[in-house]
């Protein structure tokens, strides 16, 4: 064999290592260039084609190696040196003084070298480190230049404020009739002492830096003296070694932005834009959706003629329900929720007979066991946090409590917790042959070893397609998506009226004079809430007050479909 | 011939299921921006006066529908007696009252009462109410697709219209909120 060149060697097998390892860490992933944010996109590039050639200048890769490595199972050259000898093959290294060793061409080590970087600079940048590494230039300028407050002289004690509704029992107190002031006693708000380590106002930078310095020190010293470190440190090795798994599978989840939650829709409706515009979007525009719910105005007229009037209600209504930020916080990311158009009419009858087989043919196979998977490593490492937490001898676990997510009104927002059932969700909306609405089927379905339940929703082929508002497809589609969710219209702007007998009908809107007073009544005369006559006025539908409808009718379906789906 | 057409177009069902068109609706609100920006300052303040006192008294209610008959009831008495424009200006005012909580937040008014506390807070919070209305009408002039002169009262209601019939379908104030913030906010600073 012809000798080959050591800088074509390393360099080959340093593409080799370094491509290996991104790829292995799921970088090359689509989702995972997807979510590169644009800073850390452009950092990528910046550094693999300014230290790809500085890295093929610096070696001299455009000049031939001055040692070689051949395979040789003849006579041996002069000066060669055996590196790894088998059955009578030995793998030869020696200096390139005679002949000039085989090198790969100037073209293949500059994009060698490039993609090494590349592959460098993948693992390295993402949306973290970037944002850590613009951030520490104003960090490093803003050191020390927070003082600590100077010291002020201990002040009177302030007046107690005396509580709201206990003027008598003060009085009583200042007279001598009552010796305590029981529940009426005021609040005394105790200064909390802490101390300061920030920079002292007279302290030099020299000393600050020193001081930090030392503090840091000491930390480090009390973390690793003390008894039993070496035994604790092993004791940690071994259960981070025995669940690397689920700590890596953190890390790549993280890296490839693994969907947390996986719900599915089935409908035998076409697409409202077309299969091709479909393809587009899923391959060009994956990650554009929350911006194309944010932006959706509040109502959406149909056409009975219209092909793709239902489909389009559908899209509108689903991105209304669940996550138009316009009625309060979405219910989750609009990645890890899927429309799938034109499914067979049968779809639910088949994910019953055959679930795996069904959801293969619908290409949602392996994003299910994703979240199934993920889910169980994130148990996993949970109970490793806990385990290293007892190890290290701090209370467990050392996980921070969950935090109760409240609403904008500061209203508690009630969560069902994650489990297979609630970040996976298959529902099935057909459009059928018959003019009549059917009840909703439910079906018991065993994927991957977890049991869910489908709920099944038909509606007619007509049904309310001649009218402008489409009502019926919200309904329609809150009850299948939230079991049982069935508008009420509780705490309605109709509810006053409702409960007071008050009926607000067209000759509400009657009159010449007064006009905008008239219109006034549309607040109170919800859409949702029957009150069909209104489909009939285009006139008042042009200025009607929708959101101030909608938003109650969103609000109590997200109330109601949070207590029965989420995601990690 | 003639006659038969026009029985049967004003027989028809789209003209009977609509009273209230877009040309009917414009031309209130250019009747509405005309009496507003011809009234005296002094009518609109007293009218203003009026109808705030009214809310704040014997029309107060938990019920916003019940708010908004009585206030009805007792403009149209109010009216009765004084004619002219009134009814177009009680009714922007009206309106204009009913959807102050649309403006302005809980929490603004919250803040404005722990700032000013109760002394101050009826003048700032009217100017915060005006500077809402400014900007509606900032907006407006900024999106109207034909620049309308001040006099042309017809040519600015259809802006007006269309621009409110595009906000309410976008953001939370109701058509008849935002055609009568904009009149008034007209209207008072001509």
Not at chain 1, 17 to 27: D, Q, W, Y
Not at chain 1, 236 to 254: S, T, Y
Not at chain 1, 293 to 311: I, Q, R, V, W
Not at chain 2, 71 to 90: A, D, H, T, Y
């Amino acid at each position: 064999m012809k000798p080959i060149g050591t800088k074509s060697i390393t360099t080959a097998s340093l593409f080799l290592l370094s491509f290996g390892v991104t790829l292995s860490e799921g970088h090359f992933a689509a989702e995972s260039i997807a979510n590169l944010s644009p800073a850390a996109a452009f950092s990528i590039g910046t550094f693999a084609v300014l230290v790809g050639t500085w890295f093929y200048r610096f070696w001299r890769l455009n000049s031939t190696s001055r040692s070689y490595i051949r395979i040789s199972n003849g006579p041996r050259w002069e000066g060669e040196q055996v590196v790894l000898e088998f059955k009578g093959y030995a793998l030869l290294a020696g200096w390139a003084e005679r002949k000039a060793p085989e090198e790969f061409s100037h073209g293949i080590l500059r994009t060698l070298s490039l993609g090494i970087c590349l592959c460098i600079a993948l693992l390295c940048f993402n949306k973290h480190t970037v944002d850590l590494m613009l951030d520490t230039p104003r960090k490093l300028i803003g050191a020390g230049t927070q003082f600590c407050p100077p010291e002020v002289p201990e002040k009177e004690k302030p007046v107690p404020k005396m509580k709201p509704g206990c003027e008598l029992m003060y009085r009583a107190y200042s007279l001598g009739y009552v010796k305590s002031l029981g529940s009426c006693t005021p609040d005394e708000e105790e200064e909390k002492l802490e101390l300061c380590t920030l920079r002292q106002v007279d302290e030099p930078y020299l000393h600050y830096t020193v001081r930090l310095f030392f503090s840091h020190f000491d930390h480090v010293v009390k973390k690793f003296s003390g008894p039993d470190v070496t035994e604790k440190a092993r004791k940690r090795l071994a259960k981070q070694l025995q669940h690397f798994d689920a700590l890596i599978g953190k890390e790549r989840n993280v890296v490839m932005s693994t969907p947390k939650a996986s719900h599915h829709i089935f409908t035998n409706l076409p697409s409202p834009h077309g299969a091709l515009a479909e393809v587009w979007r899923k391959w060009f525009q994956p990650n554009d959706c929350m911006l194309r719910f944010k932006n959706m105005p509040h109502t959406l007229k149909t056409d009975a003629k219209e092909y793709t009037g239902t489909s389009r209600a559908l899209e509108h209504a689903y991105g209304q329900m669940l996550f138009h930020s316009k009625y309060d916080e979405g219910v989750g990311n609009c990645n890890e929720y899927k429309i799938h158009w034109r499914a067979p009419v049968d779809s639910c009858d088949r994910l019953a007979k055959n679930p795996e087989a069904f959801l293969r043919s619908q290409g949602i196979a392996e994003e299910v066991q994703t979240v199934l998977t993920r889910l169980k490593k994130r148990d996993e490492y949970k109970k490793l946090e806990s385990d290293l937490a007892r190890i290290a001898g701090s209370a467990q676990p050392i996980g921070t409590p969950m935090k109760p997510e409240r609403s904008e009104s500061g209203e508690l927002k009630p969560r069902v917790l994650p489990a297979p059932q609630t970040i996976i969700s298959f529902q099935c909306f057909v459009r059928q042959e018959k003019d009549t609405q059917t009840e909703n089927k439910t079906h018991p379905v065993k994927v991957f070893g977890q049991n869910f339940t489908v709920t099944e929703t038909r509606f007619p082929l007509q049904g309310e397609a001649s009218k402008k508002i489409r009502v019926d497809v919200l309904k329609n589609l809150g009850a299948t998506l939230a079991d049982g969710f069935h508008y009420t219209g509780y705490l309605s702007h109709q509810s006053a009226n409702t409960a007071n007998q008050w009926q607000t009908g067209p000759e509400a809107f009657d009159g010449e004079n007064y006009v905008f007073t008239h219109l006034e009544n549309l607040k109170s005369t919800d859409i949702f809430l029957g009150n069909d006559w209104l489909q009939d006025r285009e006139d008042l539908l042009e200025v009607y007050p929708y959101y101030y409808h909608l938003y109650h009718f969103v609000q109590l379906f997200r109330q109601s479909y949070r207590m029965q789906r989420t995601h990690l | 011939m003639k006659n038969l057409f026009l029985l049967l177009l004003f027989c028809s069902p789209a003209f009977a299921a609509a009273p209230f068109p877009k040309e009917k609706r414009q031309d209130y609100v250019k009747h509405a921006l005309a009496a507003t920006l011809s009234a005296p300052k002094q009518t609109l303040d007293n009218l203003y006066q009026f109808v705030t006192m009214v809310e704040q008294s014997s029309c107060r209610s938990a019920f916003d529908a019940l708010t908004l008959s009585c206030l009805q009831e007792q403009v149209q008495r109010n009216c009765k007696s004084q004619g002219g424009n009134c009814p177009l200006l009680s009714d922007v005012i009206v309106v204009n009252k009913l959807n102050e909580k649309q403006f302005v937040t809980r929490e603004e008014r919250v803040q404005i009462m722990k700032q000013e506390g109760t002394g101050n807070y009826a003048a700032i919070y009217s100017r915060l109410v005006s500077r809402k209305y400014a900007l509606l009408a900032t907006e407006l002039l900024l999106l109207q697709k034909r620049t309308c002169r001040p006099e042309e009262h017809a040519c600015l209601a259809r802006e007006l219209d269309d621009y409110c019939i595009k906000n309410s379908d976008v953001k939370n104030i109701p058509w008849q909120a935002c055609v009568s913030a904009i009149i008034w906010y007209i209207g008072v600073n001509r």
